[in-house]
Structure formats: C-alpha cells, structure tokens
C-alpha cells in the first residue's frame, strides 16, 4: 500500500450569481474527485464529507484539518461566454497557499470539456504534490527518509540515465522494501533500474539484467495489480521481451487506471509506438505535455520516435532535438528522419555523431561491423512489426551509414547443405564464414563477433574469461581507485564537521545554516554512493576487464543477431546455448559436433 497524502476537496462555488449554474459546480467538483482517485498517491476526502463540516453538521473530529494535508478549493465563473474553473491548493493546518491554476472554456462547450479539464487539474495536482514532497526529502537525511520519498528519490537518480545512479537508485528503492517489504513500486522501481542497463548499457550482465527486470516488475504486478505506474513498468519490460500481446495488455491497463499521471503517458507512448500505434502514441505525447508542461526531456525522444513512425519527419526532427544528449540512438533517429526529408547535410551530421556514440559506448573504440550499427539499433528498439523497424535502413543509407555487405549476396541467403556429412561447421574461408547446422548452410562476411563464437563452440562446457576473447592480458586490469586512503580521511573528517555544523544550527533553530549543512552532507553521500561498493569498499575504476566484458558481449550478441536473419534456427540454438559476462561459455543441452 502507497504511503497517499490525503487532499480534502471543497465543494466548488459558483461565482457566476446564477443559482441555475449550481449544478455545474457541484458536478464538476465530483468528477474532480473521481480524476484525483486515480492516483495512487492521493486519497481524496469528497466535497460531501467536507461540506458537512463546513455547515457545521459534522462533529470536530470530522475536521478535514485534522487528517489532510491539504485543502483544494476552487470556484466556476461565467464571464460573457466563457466559464473559467479556478483552483487552489491550501496547506493544512497552515492555510498557506500552494498552488493554484485556471481553466477557460467557451460556455457552448463546457460540457464536453469539463472531464478534461478535471484530469488536467488532477495532473498538476498529483505532480506539485510529488514535486513538494521529492524537494522536501532531499534536506533530509538518507536514514530518515520514509517509504514513498525513497520512492521518489530513487525515481528521481533514474532520470540522470547513468549506471552509477542506477545503483543509488537501487539503494533507495532497497531502503523502501526494508521498511514495508510489501511496497509494490519499491519491486517497480528495482525493475526500472535493472531496465535501465538491460536495455541499453550492461551488456556484460545481459542475461541477469533481463532476468531481475522480469522478475521485480512481475512480483511488483503480484502485489498492488491496480496501480498505474507498476502495470506500465511490467508492460515495457515485457516489450523488451518481445512479449507483444502481454506488453500491450499491461499498456492498455495502465491507461486505463489513470490516464492522467504524464510519467505513465510517456512511458505509454514509447510503447505504442514500438507496438505498432504510432498514432495513439503521439496523441498520448500531446496529453502528457498538457498535464506536465514541465516534462523531462525523454518525454521528448519517445515522442520523436512516434512522429517518425508516422512519416512526419521534420516534426521527428524538431522534437528529438529538444533532447539534451546521452541516448546513444536518438541521433540516428534525427539522421534518418533529417535523410527521408530531404537535408541530406543535417543527416549526415548526425548520423557521424551517432557512429561516434556508438564506437565509444557501445564497441569501446573498436571500429564497428559493416551493419552492425544498424543491427544494434534494432535490437534496442523492439519493433513489434518488421516493417517499422525497416523504415530506419533507407533513411540511415542517405544518411552515409554503412550497409551490411552481405545484403544481396546469394550466399548469405541460406540453402540446403551439401552431401558431405559435416553436420555442423563454424569455419572461416578467407573474408567469409560457412556455417552449417541442422541441414541448413549460409556464407556470411567476417566480422568480429564470429571469432568469438569460433573459439567458444569448439570448448563446449568450458568457461572461457572475456579478457582472452578481446585478446588483452588479464594483469594490469586498472585497479585505480576512485578514492585513495587520504581523500577518505579528507571526506570523513568533513563529515564530521558538517555534523556539528547541523547540530548546533537545530539547536539555535538556524533553518538557512542547517539547510545547507544537509545540502553538503547529501552531496558527499550522493558522490560516495558511486565512489564506494558493497560494504564500503572502494570502487575501482572502469578496468579492461570492465570494459573487455561489455565488449564482447555486445559483439558476441551482434553476431547472433545476424546470424538469427538467415539461419533462424542456429540463432535460437545459440542464444539458448550461450552465456556471456565475465565468464562466457558454450553450453548445448546436447552435445554437437563442430567441423573447422
């Protein structure tokens, strides 16, 4: 059960001198409360319970003071022929107010527009509310945070995008489960951190990374079924998955439960436009910015791939450029979008910045496979239908990306084996690769990722270091630490200081001095959450080995992925068959023969 802050809202008055109006105010004041009820994080005291009080004929236990936090008042006025709705937010028992907005509607259409006026002013609501909350548990000290702010502070590192913050994140959402180890959007928000690295970055822990992002979003669905943020978390893992239709259901029930939260909008909209509704999606992309005008930046680059998929790309390209950089394949989405608009110049631009990204986070200096970038890009955007996905390839040729050599080549095309007998070969021949299994043979161009699978295949059942894959020495594997012996000292001793500091400011109620004692002492735990490991101990720099097992894995998994076009079944047998990480290692569940 989510931690809500309890909002008690008013009946509406009408401003208006007209009695007939009546009902309009009162009507619109329900249908508020029932947007806000939407959210998982409020819990709406209705204008009835606190009408009753204000006239006087409930008891003063009944006090809407002595249980909410806040207090939503509003008010509908006709001027001529427009009827304006009027909101504020009073904190309690302060009657300090908040927040406030307003709404305009042409008397003629009011009525059609009063639900969406209601979800907008339940939107805002739900964002200021978390927005207060997330600022308030950022001056307060780690181990005193409570459920729903390590909630927000874990979801709040997620954004940055970094697996150093993924890891903070973790912790947070880890401190959450501690205090009530039923707390669904705790097992969420772990789900959401592993998402991060499965999808995009920790290629080295591929398979552990998949399997704990399943796993958390599934137990998260088990316990709280009805909550909107933990439906949509479960429905883009299954994306990922390639679980289509269970995807789609779990998107759909998200939006069904409230279609008013812009952060489960946006994830939704990312979505449908991977599973083949574009349109949807950037409706969806629209709503979201009119519930959080404020949106992050990604809000933008899932919008972007929605009006690409639409065919409207100069849109695609204005959008995605609202996108501070970090996504490592945005700018091949404004390469294609810029190349099937006509700019050729612009794309090229970009699709050499991608190339760039790509060559130093995703093959670590290595120069990519003719193909390659575009198999990759493929394989991080789950296209539920091929066509989609097929759009990008003509965009990013105009745009200079380099085409697989082997598209058109009628030995890459997989035919009948011959009559040798060789039931299986993995085997280079000069600048190509026969491979053979299961009655099926293809002639592939050499790329890296093969020499991998080479060496693997004829080691079955033996674990082979990724360092040897990537040809590096195993010594000298750049155990630098971040920090040495004397910064600890350093860092400790400013704690303490920071520590007095914050104790004499509460005890001479000195609000500005403590406030940025706490600021201090949360920037040194933040800084030492991505310095230190388990238990405390040092982190060590990014290593060869680090960065040798993030290398081969993408590359091993790139060869799959080509492989998987021509032959399907060597594809399956191999994802099936293989591990990759520190350790990587061949193991079929029955043993099979290769010839070299």
Known sequence: MIPAVTVALAPFDNLSGDPA???????????????????????????????????????????????AAHILRGSIRRVRDVIRVAVQLFELPSGRQVWASRYDATATEVLAVQDEIAARVAGALALHVDSARLAASRRTPLASLEVYDCWLRGLDCLQRGTNEADVEARALFEQALAIDPVFARGYAGLSLSHFNEWSCQAWEHWDDKERLSYEYAMRAADLDGSDAVVQIVLGRTLLYRRQFDAAAHHVERALALNPNEANVLAHALFCLGLLGDPGLAADLATRARRLNPHFPAWYAAAEAQALFLLGRYEEATDTALKTPSGIVDLPAWVAASCALAGDTTRARIHARRFLSDFTTRITFGRTPDPGEPLRWLLHVNPFRHAADGERLAPGLQLAGLERDPDDGRPEATVHPAGSDNVGARFCREGAFWSITFDGLAVQLTDQKGFHDLARLLTRPGQEVHCLELANR?????????????????????????????????????????????????????????????????????GSGAERARSAVTWRIRSAIKKISTTHPRLGRHLENSLRTGTFCMYQPETPIEWAD
């Open 21 to 67: 109006e009546d009902y309009l105010a009162h009507g619109f004041a329900e249908d508020l409360a029932a947007e806000l009820s939407r959210f998982a994080t409020l819990q709406v005291l209705y204008p009835r319970a606190v009408e009753a009080f204000l006239r006087g004929t409930a008891s003063a236990a009944e006090n809407p003071a002595t249980f």
């Open 473 to 541: 020495p195993q010594a000298g594997d750049g155990s630098d630490r971040v920090l040495d012996e004397r910064a600890r000292r350093d860092i400790q001793a400013r704690v303490r200081d920071l520590q007095r500091e914050l104790d004499d400011a509460e005890r001479l109620n000195d609000t500005s001095r403590s406030e940025r004692s706490r600021e201090e002492l949360d920037q040194i735990a933040e800084f030492l959450s991505g310095a230190l490991g388990l238990g405390g101990r040092p982190r060590r720099l």
